[in-house]
């Protein structure tokens, strides 16, 4: 059970350039989430999913496009990279429900350095 | 909106002392609150939560209580180890019904032997 797999784990890239983070679970959850983790700021949310098919803007979406065509893949875009988006990037599943203790399963991360 | 705070700074202390890591929210209604730990190298992982006013999260000799009258969900451990340096994040799920975690900036804690 590999629960959720964030694919690559490293990555550079020079400015301008794009590229596609993945984040795949096994777990048939239907949240899915993308953060972004810099020193001092902690995890900010970039953008998010509810379900399939569905995508909405967190607090950092500026510079990212997302894409949730299967429930268990959710994929992060960066059109034209940036230095300002050398980060760490997370991605995290939930289930859906009605009760307040729904836990956040993470990814092992991305590390992202833009030249 | 809804948010957490976190005291400033890394943490060092020694092998076996008492930890307190310090967590406020703003937020309206009940929301449910965790603590998530970020071991070197990965992902963060759930350490413990509390989904009602007065309820005690507990996990791996760490303790927090949910505090709705001084909006807090401070963090302790009576005897830590080498083995506890790590970040620590302070969580909040608000009664939106998206299931989106506000965090805390987190806690570098540092365990001396």
């Known amino acids: 059970n590999a629960g959720v797999t964030q694919t690559p784990k490293f990555r550079v890239l020079k400015t301008g350039q794009s590229m596609t983070l993945l984040c795949a679970q096994d777990?048939?959850?239907?949240?899915m989430y993308w953060y972004r983790q810099d020193p001092g700021m902690g995890l900010r949310l970039i953008h998010y999913?509810?379900?399939?098919?569905?995508?909405a803007k967190g607090e950092v979406p500026d510079g990212y496009n997302v894409s949730r065509l299967k429930k268990q893949n959710f994929l992060l875009g960066l059109e034209s990279a940036a230095p300002s988006q050398t980060s760490v990037y997370f991605c995290?599943?939930?289930?859906?429900?009605?009760?307040?203790?729904?836990?956040?399963?993470f990814g092992a991360g991305s590390r992202l350095t833009v030249l | 909106g809804d948010s957490v705070t976190q005291m400033e700074g890394p943490v060092t202390l020694s092998e076996e002392a008492f930890l307190t890591i310090n967590c406020t929210y703003t937020?309206?209604?009940?929301?449910?609150l965790f603590w998530y730990v970020q071991y070197p190298g990965e992902g963060l992982q759930l350490l413990l939560k509390?989904?009602?006013?007065?309820d005690k999260g507990s996990n791996k000799g760490f303790e927090a209580t949910y505090r709705k009258e001084t909006t807090s969900f401070h963090l302790e451990k009576g005897s830590v180890q080498v083995s506890d340096s790590a970040v620590y994040f302070c969580?909040?799920?608000?009664?939106?019904?998206?299931?989106?975690?506000?965090f805390g900036k987190g806690n570098q804690v540092v365990v001396i032997p």
């Open positions: 937020a309206t209604g009940y929301p449910s």
């Open positions: 509390a989904t009602k006013a007065d």
């Open positions: 969580a909040l799920r608000g009664t939106r019904g998206n299931n989106r975690l506000a």
């Open positions: 995290a599943t939930t289930d859906r429900g009605s009760s307040g203790a729904n836990v956040l399963t």
């Open positions: 999913s509810v379900g399939e098919g569905t995508t």
């Open positions: 777990m048939n959850h239907e949240y």
